[in-house]
Structures are given as C-alpha cells and as structure tokens.
C-alpha cells in the first residue's frame, strides 16, 4: 500500500493531464465544437510530430532567447538586491529608478529596442532578461530585507565580520526567497520573450501564434501554445527540486 501510494503520487501529474486533456477531446468530439474555436488536442499533437522540422525553427529561437535572457536577468536582479541588503546608500540612490522600471510594462520597450537593435533574437533576450529581472530582485530583497534580527545580534555578539555575516547569515536567510523569485521569473521572462516576439521579431513561438491566429490555424496555434506550457511547466519544477535539494543540504 505504501508504493502505492508513491507510485500514485509520482504519476498524479500525468494522470491529470490525461484526464484534462481527454475531456478537451470528448467536448469537442461530442459537442462538435468548430475547429476556429477549440481545436482537437490529439489534432494539435500530431500536428507536432508531422510538422516538427517547421515548428523546431520557432521554438528553438524562443528557448535560445529564455535560456539567455533569464539566467542573466536573474543573476543580476538577486546580485543588486544582496547589494542592497548590505549598503543602505546604494539603496536610497538606486531603489527608486529600480522601481519605476519594476512598474514599467516591458513590452512598452520593445518598439524602441527594436529601433535601436533591429528584429532578431537580441530584443526578446532583453525583454526576457529585464521581465525575470524584477520577480527574482523583489523577493530577494524582501527576504534579505526580512532576516531575524536575532540571528544578527547572534553573529555580532560572536564578533563576527560583515563578510562572515553576509555568508553566514544572510545567503542562507535569503535563499528561500531567491528560489521563489527564480520561480516567478520563469513565468514573467517567457512572457517577455513571446511578447517580444509577436511585436518585433520575424520568427519564434510569438511570432508564428500570432501569425496563425490571423489566419484561423488553430490546431497549429494551439500546438505550439501546448510546447510552452509543457517547457515553462519543465522549468518550473526543476527549479522546484533545485530548491529542495539545495535548502536541504543547509
């Protein structure tokens, strides 16, 4: 009964997803729901398959955009909020323009890059690195900003450093909130990087959905819309057991 029960628990996402998916393809089969409307979720997968040389030329150029933009914009936004953290002066001087950049809509910038850098991959690199920028930099912040004032005291009555403090208390302090920063900015930097694209870009993810759905082509569209849910879903839950895995061995 226990394996069971793990068994049973490893296999709930795919359980699910075999039901969702399958009531998808019974409401439409059944109700003979207009393909405009809800395209066949089997159609949509084969669809991959047959066409896969065509939809890797898009969905690569998105994963090359992500896997740049949002490793860059992550390192920088957790790097300035430790920063922050330690020197209140950086803080005062920087924080207020930091914000203003948080509550910018990203993708009121993508005309202008597009003007200074022309269409290509570069524009939706930005986008993303700037989107995921802002989610892991906030909640960094927030948990060193958060830090047990005892834990402090504790360190100082010890005599330790600023340096000790920092990699001693601080980094570990921090780390849950770094995590749920770099999970946020899964979600916001892929939705730079398929904004950006649907803007200014001739190719990507982005591009070709909002090419498709000009014309109607929705099992198509919805094909490559599934590819992103399954990646951003991927990337999410590896971060997840990255944090697991880290958080235990402190």
């Known amino acids: 009964m226990k394996y069971a029960k793990k068994i049973l628990s490893a296999l709930s996402p795919f359980i699910t997803f075999v039901i969702l998916f399958g009531l998808m393809e019974f409401a439409v089969r059944f109700f003979k729901i207009p393909v405009y409307i809800l395209p066949s979720p089997i159609d949509s997968f084969k669809y991959i398959f047959t066409d896969f040389d065509e939809i890797k030329i898009h969905v ?81 912040l927030t948990g060193a900003v958060s830090i047990p004032h005892e834990r402090v005291e504790l360190i100082e009555s010890l005599k330790g450093s600023k340096i000790q403090q920092f990699f001693l208390i601080t980094i570990p302090s921090v780390l849950p909130s770094i995590f749920t920063g770099l999970r946020l900015g899964t979600i916001t930097a892929l939705a730079g990087v398929i904004g950006a694209e649907m803007i200014g870009d001739t190719q990507g993810t982005g591009f070709i959905i909002r090419l498709l759905s000009t014309v109607y082509k929705m099992k198509e569209m919805f094909a490559y819309v599934y590819l992103l849910m399954a990646f951003g879903f991927i990337i999410y839950d590896l971060i997840s057991l990255l944090e697991s895995k880290v958080i235990k061995s402190i």
Request: with cysteine; proline share 5%.
């Open 60 to 140: 690569f150029k998105t994963l090359k955009s992500f896997l740049v933009g949002y490793p860059v914009g992550s390192l920088i936004g957790i790097s300035l909020a430790l920063l922050f953290s330690v020197s209140r002066t950086v803080n005062k001087a920087v924080a207020p323009y930091l914000t203003i950049l948080y509550c910018t809509p990203m993708l009121m910038l993508v005309p202008l890059l597009k003007i200074w850098l022309g269409y290509g991959a570069a524009v939706a690199t930005i986008v993303c690195s700037l989107s995921c920028f802002s989610s892991t930099m906030t909640q960094t």
